[in-house]
């Protein structure tokens, strides 16, 4: 852990506050990598002892920190950012240069912070690098913890602008003016050890699903798949079936169409380096000093990524409406009879004659009146008889005009 004599209160300040938001975070125990599939370690002690250096605001302790790995191998790092206490137990997360959230100068200072992790301890040896400073008969001298002091002061002095000063120790002072003097900006990035991003991808049967990139420091990374059957991982741009990945590819699943709805997934497991130069910071935002890896180291490392998907649904298609049966003529009525146009009645031929009257003889004013008897008789009753049949033909007649005059009227 980093101390200095000045600023004490300070790096104690750091160390508890970052101890308190770890246990508010529940931080003890693996949490999940926010570099997505990225390598993910937790500190656990300082990997080996350097000794303390005398710069312009104070004296400093120095080491090398120490980075379990979740399969229990282990990294060692320097620090970056002298102004930021450390957090015991903390986790960290393997990740870009660009997602530094220290508080010194890395974004500028970088290229030359990476160029000093090539050429000093413990990418170099101790007694390279004391002939490389030109330590001359001091160079036997020269020790471990030496090498440390002068190369993490060489790094805060670009990331933090601290100097070392004249009365720190001769050996210390003079390899710490060699890196600082030398270095130059060594700008490329180490590729990342192994990670998948995204992690996760959901859509839906009936072409590909999800676009995984792989970044990786590996070549020809075997692909271990878990999927039903007649899903497949795919080059995200050929569609061409995958068993092999490297850096910088592209892939996704392809799942045909009429798959039921389900789930695959994909993982990656290999022998990787961690190079020199890659960027470790506190996990989910966790504020604790960030380090950067002091040397290549080969480890194992593995990703996995996964994605669901659901069946579309068919759209209902609209039942076509019954053609309506035309409807039947209606009937032509049938056009009613023409009334019968009734006949006229037949006019009498003959008129009824007015009966003659009958003449009567009037009796003599002096003689009595004689009974009618015999021819007499006779005559009157025919006479009678003719008077009544006359009237009723005339009535006959009347009453058949009258009908026939009724019914032309109802016709």
């Known amino acids: 852990m980093t101390r200095m004599s000045i600023p004490r209160a300070f790096g104690r300040t750091a160390v508890a506050g970052g101890a308190a938001a770890l246990l508010a975070l529940g931080l003890a125990a693996p949490a999940a990598a926010e570099g997505e599939g990225a390598v993910r370690a937790q500190y656990v002690r300082d990997a080996q002892k350097g000794d303390n250096v005398r710069l312009d605001i104070g004296t400093a302790s120095t080491s090398l920190f120490e980075l379990k790995l979740e399969n229990g191998e282990t990294l060692t790092a320097y620090c970056i950012d002298l102004k930021t206490g450390i ?6 997360v393997e990740d870009s240069w660009s997602q530094y959230n220290g508080q010194g100068n890395f974004a500028e200072a970088r290229g030359k912070v ?9 990418t170099v ?3 390279q690098l004391a002939e490389n400073a030109d330590l001359g008969n001091r160079a036997h001298r020269f020790t471990e913890k ?4 002068a190369t993490q002061a060489a790094i805060w002095h670009f990331t933090n602008g601290v100097k070392v000063t004249a009365n720190s120790p001769d050996s210390v002072r003079k390899v710490y003016d060699y890196l600082v003097g030398n270095a130059q900006d060594l700008p490329q990035e180490p ?5 998948i991003t995204p992690e996760s991808a959901t859509g839906e049967a009936g072409g590909t699903v999800g676009e995984f990139t792989v970044s990786t420091s590996a070549e020809a990374v075997p692909v271990d798949l878990t999927a039903p059957e007649g899903v497949e991982l795919v080059d995200a741009e050929t569609g061409e079936a995958v068993t092999t990945v490297d850096n910088g590819d592209t892939v996704a699943f392809s799942v045909p169409a009429g798959t039921e709805p389900g789930e695959a997934s994909f993982s990656l497991v290999t022998g990787a380096t961690i190079s020199a130069g890659r960027l470790f910071k506190g996990e989910n935002g966790l504020r604790t000093q960030t380090l950067i890896t002091a040397k290549n180291e080969e480890v194992s490392v593995s990703a996995d990524a996964s994605v669901t998907w659901t069946t579309p649904e068919t759209p209902e298609v609209p039942e076509e409406p019954e053609t ?8 032509t009525p049938e056009e009613p009879e023409t009334p019968e146009t009734p006949e006229a009645p037949e006019e009498p031929s003959v008129e009824p004659s007015t009966p003659a009257e009958p003449k009567v003889t009037p009796p003599a004013d002096d003689k009595p009146s004689l009974p009618v ?8 009753v025919g006479v009678g008889v003719a008077a009544l049949g006359a009237g009723g033909a005339a009535i006959y007649f009347s009453r058949k005009r009258k009908s026939a005059a009724s019914n032309e009227n109802i016709g």
């Open 114 to 122: 990476h160029w000093i992790l090539q050429n000093s301890y413990p």
């Open 324 to 331: 309506p049966e035309e409807p039947e003529a209606p009937e």
């Open 146 to 149: 030496e090498a440390i002091a």
């Open 125 to 127: 040896g101790v007694e």
């Open 191 to 195: 590729a990342p050890t192994l990670s």
């Open 87 to 92: 957090v015991p137990q903390a986790w960290y």
């Open 373 to 380: 008897t015999g021819g007499a008789l006779a005559g009157l």
